[in-house]
């Protein structure tokens, strides 16, 4: 069992963005990390990063898209890392392109990982945050969810989907003293932005960048745990994005 003054705590979608500068927070604020992402070579980076630190950190390089599998690698993750207090569950992807001809495959693949592994991966720490009586999971959203942005329908609906996800465990868990959060960010300064299945042309230098999410991030799964704050709605101070 994890005892109640260590916080330790599994990230998904770890190796870049805002999973990257969460990690890094929270490393710095003493709390042992499990870091989930794609590519291994962008963990090791980020586990030599943070090895000067007093904290335990591990990397597991899992595919969360490959929802046939995700559940048998996160039952291994714990068995090797441990129990853990705190999930943020990050890792997703961004997609762009009309609701009207969205191949289903894109739609089915973009919903696989923005919302279906975040439930596996939930169902995955929620009987050890049971034993615990105590738990913290944090769920990375978007300011799309609550708004009509052309072209990004599929996407908004991932996000939106993923509040009321979050909503309800909350709901449903908070009497074995599990709290879910959401953290819903305007733009964002990532590598989103780069990836094939997003064609935009906002202007970077006036978004959020991934450390003020993290610390966000951070200030919320510290809170005394009689706290619970719903939702996080944090946007970029030059307008809406």
Sequence with gaps: MTSESQQRALITGASSGIGRATAIAFAKAGIDLALVARKPDKLHVLQQELADLPVEVKSYSIDLSQIDTLAAKLADLLKDFGDVNILVNNAGMGYTGGLADMPLTDWQTLFNLN???VLLTMQAVVPVMRAQRQGTIMNVAS?????????????????????????????????????????????????????????SDFERSQMLTPAIVAQSILHAVQLPHSAVIDEITLMPSGGAL
């Design 115 to 117: 919302l279906t592994s």
């Design 143 to 199: 300011i799309a969810a609550h708004n009509a942005f052309p072209t990004w329908g599929a996407y908004s609906a991932s996000k939106a989907g993923l509040i009321t996800l979050g909503r309800v465990l909350g709901a449903e868990e908070s009497e074995h003293g599990i709290r879910v959060m959401t953290v819903s960010p305007g733009a964002v300064n990532t590598p989103l932005w780069d990836t094939e299945t997003v064609q």
